[in-house]
Each structure stands twice: as C-alpha cells, then as structure tokens.
C-alpha cells in the first residue's frame, strides 16, 4: 500500500510538471518571412563577384586594416572608448535583470528570527526566547507568465549583446575613416608646402628676369597670386589636421593629442577585389539586424505575459519553525517548542479590471508589430547601405584613376609651357594657367584617394564586417 501511495504521487508529480511546461498562453516565436533580393545591386559588370559565397567582411579588421599604426588605433579605441563601455555595461545590467526576472521561477524562501527577554517583577527570575521561523512562497506557472516573461529578459540581454557588437563595428569603421581623412589632409598639406616651394622659387626666378628686362612687372604679380594663394591654404589644412586629431582622440577614450601615423596614403594598399558574399549572409553577419530580431523576439514573449494576466494566478506558501528558551514564570526549566508549521495556497483571478487587462494586450501586440516593421526596416536599410557602399566604391574607385590621368597631362602642361616662357614664344600667364590647374587637381586627387579608401570601409562597415574580437 505503501508503494502505490508513492508511485500515486510520483505519477501526479510528473503530470503536474508537464502541465506546468507545455501550456505557455502566447505565441511561440518564428523568425517572420522576409523577402529579400537575390543579388546585390551593381554587380551586373562583375557577375564574378556575385557568385561568390564568400565575403569581403568575413576578414577580421586587422587583415582589412593592414597599417600598424592604425591597427594600434583600432586596439586602444576598442579598450578605451566610453561608447563601447557603456555598451558593455548595459549586457552587466540586461544580465542582472534576467538573473531577476529567472529568480520568479523558484521558491522564494525567507528566515526570520525573534529574540525577546526579560523580568516580570522583582521575585521571578529572568526569562528569555528565541524563535526561528521559515516562511517559504511559490508561485504556479500554468500558464507561462513567469516563462513568457524570463523568454523576453533573455531576448533582451541577447539584443544588448548585438547593440554591443554595433558599436564596435561602427567605432572600428569611424577610426579607420578618420584615420584615412588625416592622412589626406597631410597628403593635401605636403601638395601645398611643395607648391609653395616651387612658386617661391617661380617667382625669385621671374624676379630675376624682370631685373634683366626680360620679364614684366605683371609677371612677377601672376606668380606670386599662386604662392599667396598656396600660403593661404596651409593654416587651413593644419585647423583640419588638428581637429581631426582631436576626433580621432575622442574615438581612443582620451584627450585631445597629436596622433601618429603609419604609412602614407599613396603607399596604402587596397585589396584586388570586394566579394561581397551572399545576400542571405546579411542577414547574420550584420549585427544591428540581429539586434532589431531580439527585441522581436522579446515582444513576442511580452504577448503571453500580457496574455497569462487574464488567468488565475495560484501561489503556494508554507512556514514553519521553533521557539527555544526559559521560561521562569511558569517552569524553572528549559522549555522547547518545536514543529511549528503552516502551509495554504493562494488563488487570484482577475474578475474586473476595467479595461486594463485588454489594453495591456493590445499595448503588448502594438509593440510587437512595431519590433516587426523595426526588424523589417533594419534588412532594408541593410540591403540600401551595401548597394550604396558598392555604388561608391566602385565609382570613387574610377574618378581617383581619371584624375591622376588629368594631373599627368597638367603636369605635362606645365613642363612646355614653362620651356615656351623660358624660350620666349608665351607669356606667363599660360604657364600661371597651367600652375593654378596642376595644384588644383593634385589638391583633388588626394580628396580622390581619400573618398576611396573611406569608401572601402563604409563596404566594410556594410556588409557587417569589423565587429570581430
């Protein structure tokens, strides 16, 4: 008889369990369907690229980024940066909230303990008790709001995880960018020192000339309106110089300070080609569109919490304790009381709320239509950026090599109709022409190079690459 009794409550144990962890009110999560393109726009004159699975943000940072010092840039900021540390703080506190939100899931337990003594009048001796009681709590989950709500704190600590990964790709991508816009700004700097140099030169040499009554005072003033304007560009380029530092030092987690530079602009390397991979492989490399899912995922779990408050609520509580001491007044012995227990349960049910349950729900699914369209709108946007990455790339990529071509024909320009003035056969404006024009489309061709190295890494940044540790 004995052994049924147990076998009895063993069955009834089990079938309890189960019921407690199969009903869940709400709607189990299924990553919605999500049309997206099959290609990526403008690689129809390179289908080779297209077709290959790989991808160009598969490679680490430090592989994209092959300069040492920007590397060690990258390395500091990745350490330093108050962005990145804030991020790394909220997965503290999203964790904390899950260890909170988990804890509704067990027993709740608490000990209490009452000392109390003292003398009732001048014949009875002293009496003192101590009393220790447990009381313990426990709350049913039929129907899954502890669940529901524990699926949510874990989405959400899941999508501060992803914000974190957002922030170091963008961080690592806002380093490298405005690492290659200083190195154009000193490319643009160095231009402007030379011209300067050869202009000063130009005009001591139509100096020169005029004393020997070869030259005009005219010339003397065309040349020097190109050193002037070489000498009012130099304060210019060093107020940019310097506040790009003070950017890129932000970036670090430090102060404002000069900042070192590795290889110059027109020694750095870029890669032969920029696959970038398969469309479906978006979707899981880039980190801000895991992020918008994990709150989809945690706005569908708040659908069942807001769903399981339209059913009882059952809680189990039970106590029980002891009272050691003496108790002189009655006894002259030591007095003992034990197995002091209670034990009930608790059932609520919501009969009239005035509307707060209903809205309650409809706030939740409100929410989570907005995570969806959020979800839905962050692929978009995704798909919109590599398009816009490639587009610029490639396009930036074509005017940097045309205009070398153009700066190769002014400097051409330049050598004969300086031979031509020197010979006598023009005057020198054709060759002041030729000047203006030569260190303008030097000036352009480093803006050139810059655009296309910060092009390469805005497809970097797109295609969700450099958020690896």
Same mark, same amino acid.
């Given at each position: ?101 988990? &804890? ?34 426990? /709350? ?36 490298? &960018? ?11 700097? @160095?231009?402007? =020192? ?28 065309? @040349? ?121 349960? /608790? ?14 729900? =409809? ?107």
């Amino acid at each position: 008889m004995h052994s049924r009794t147990n076998s009895g409550f063993l069955i009834v144990a089990v079938l309890l369990s189960s019921f407690l962890y199969s009903c869940m009110v709400g709607p189990n999560y299924h990553r919605p369907s999500v049309q997206t393109p099959n290609s990526f726009r403008n690689l129809a004159d390179n289908p080779q690229l297209q077709a290959q699975t790989a991808s160009y943000a598969d490679l680490p940072w430090w592989q994209v980024f092959q300069d040492p010092k920007l590397q060690e840039l990258i390395r500091t900021a990745l350490k330093q940066n108050y962005d990145l540390q804030l991020a790394t703080e909220r997965i503290n506190a999203a964790r904390a909230q899950l260890a909170i939100t988990r &804890s509704s899931l067990f027993p709740q337990v608490a000990g209490n303990a009452n000392f109390s003594g003292g003398k009732e009048n001048v014949e009875q001796s002293r009496y003192n008790f101590l009393t220790l009681t447990a009381d313990a709590a426990f /709350q049913l989950d039929f129907f899954g709001k502890l669940r529901r709500a524990n699926e949510a704190a874990r989405a959400q600590l899941l999508a501060t995880e992803d914000a974190r990964q957002v922030v170091v790709l963008t961080l690592v991508s806002d380093v490298a &960018s405005d690492y290659f816009t200083l190195l154009q700004l000193d490319l643009q700097l @160095a231009i402007t =020192h030379d011209t300067v140099r050869t202009q000063t030169d130009s005009v001591k040499l139509t100096q020169l000339r005029l004393e020997h009554g070869v030259a005009t005072k005219l010339d003397v003033l065309q @040349a020097q309106q190109v050193l002037d304007t070489a000498n009012a560009q130099i304060p210019d380029l060093e107020r940019q110089i310097g506040q790009e530092e003070d950017a890129i030092s932000i970036l670090l987690g430090d102060y404002p300070r000069d900042i070192a530079r590795g290889i110059p602009l027109v020694q750095q390397t870029l890669p032969p080609e920029v696959p970038p991979g398969l469309t479906s492989s978006l979707l899981e490399r880039r980190p801000d569109i895991r992020e918008a899912e994990q709150i989809l995922v945690a706005a569908n779990a708040d659908i069942g919490v807001a769903k399981a408050q339209f059913f009882p609520q059952i809680s189990l509580t039970g106590g029980g304790g002891g009272s050691f001491g003496r108790d002189s007044l009655f006894s002259s012995h030591n007095t003992t009381q034990l197995g002091i227990y209670s034990y009930g349960a /608790q059932v609520s049910q919501p009969i009239f709320t005035g509307g707060a349950l209903k809205g309650n729900l =409809h706030l939740a699914e409100s929410q989570h239509e907005q995570a969806l369209i959020a979800y839905r709108q962050a692929i978009q946007r995704a798909f919109g950026d590599v398009s816009n990455a490639l587009i610029g790339y490639q396009k930036f990529h074509q005017v940097r090599t045309r205009q070398q071509d153009t700066v190769a024909d002014l400097q051409e320009t330049v050598r004969i109709s300086t031979l031509r003035y020197t010979g006598g056969t023009t005057t020198y404006l054709e060759v002041l022409d030729g000047q203006r024009s030569l260190y303008g489309a030097e000036l352009t061709l480093a803006a050139a190079r810059g655009d296309e190295y910060r092009s390469l890494v805005q497809l970097y940044k797109a295609l969700g690459g450099g958020w690896q540790q």
